[in-house]
């Protein structure tokens, strides 16, 4: 049960795209097309952004989407905006009911 | 409008005890498996129980079993997490969170989250 690891922080310009990792195992995001993503906003609950991989939620912008290779998942966000500065985070299930979280990206709009 | 609001945190001394209480409104409560999932002050997610929708099985991450025990009343619409031997590495905002379902299958992600109560573990 160790958490998926992200990078500490992401940035980028309005308008471009930026992309998250999140790295687990052959027991977690290996082995299930089930990582969702997360975005939380200072002193916010998180918000459900993707899931199973690459399904984005009603209401949730095509300009985020996801991908998974291997162990490793990804969340890019095209087309940044001043809205998407915020803390992200992937979840996978990990079997047997479980779950493991990322350690979290800080995305900046520069 | 679909609702999780938390309840019952507070400040505990280490080594005691907590119950916390999820109220569920504006979706068929019964339905779902709800999870808890805890934020220490300046960290990340980590996901700690969920129970089935009829509470037959329950899940733990390693570092609270034994301790902290989840149970739902669905007569009530509420989920709670009983929180026992407590440690200053409990310190967190506690969430519950629902586990999302599409077209009546599970799908793994955390669709509804409440507003989180803070749990402070202190002497």
């Known amino acids: 049960q160790s958490a998926l690891t992200q990078p500490a922080s992401v940035s980028g310009s309005p308008g471009q795209s930026i992309t998250i990792s999140c790295t687990g195992t052959?027991?977690?995001?290996?082995?299930?097309?089930?990582v969702s993503w997360y975005q939380q906003h200072p002193g916010k609950a998180p918000k459900l952004m993707i899931y199973e991989g690459s399904k984005r939620p009603s209401g949730v912008s095509n300009r985020f989407s996801g991908s998974k290779s291997g162990n490793t998942a990804s969340l890019t966000i095209s087309g940044l905006q001043a809205e998407d500065e915020a803390d992200y985070y992937c979840?996978?299930?990990?079997?047997?009911?479980?779950?493991?979280f990322g350690t979290g990206t800080k995305v900046t709009v520069l | 409008e679909v609702q999780l609001v938390e309840s019952g945190g507070g400040l505990v001394q280490p080594g005691g005890s907590l119950r916390l209480s999820c109220a569920a409104s504006?979706?068929?409560?019964?339905?779902?498996?709800m999870s808890w999932v805890r934020q220490a002050p300046g960290k990340g997610l980590e996901w700690v129980a969920n129970?089935?929708?009829?509470?037959?099985?329950?899940y733990y991450v390693d570092s609270v079993k034994g301790r902290f025990t989840i149970s739902r009343d669905n007569a009530k619409n509420s989920l709670y997490l009983q929180m026992n031997s407590l440690r200053a590495e409990d310190t967190a905002v506690y969430y519950c969170a629902r586990e999302g379902m599409i077209q009546g299958v599970i799908s793994y992600a955390f669709d509804i989250w409440g507003q989180g109560t803070m749990v402070t573990v202190s002497s």
């Open positions: 129970i089935k929708q009829d509470g037959s099985e329950k």
């Open positions: 052959s027991s977690d995001v290996g082995s299930y097309n089930l």
């Open positions: 979840c996978s299930y990990a079997g047997s009911s479980t779950f493991v």
């Open positions: 504006g979706f068929t409560f019964s339905s779902y498996w």
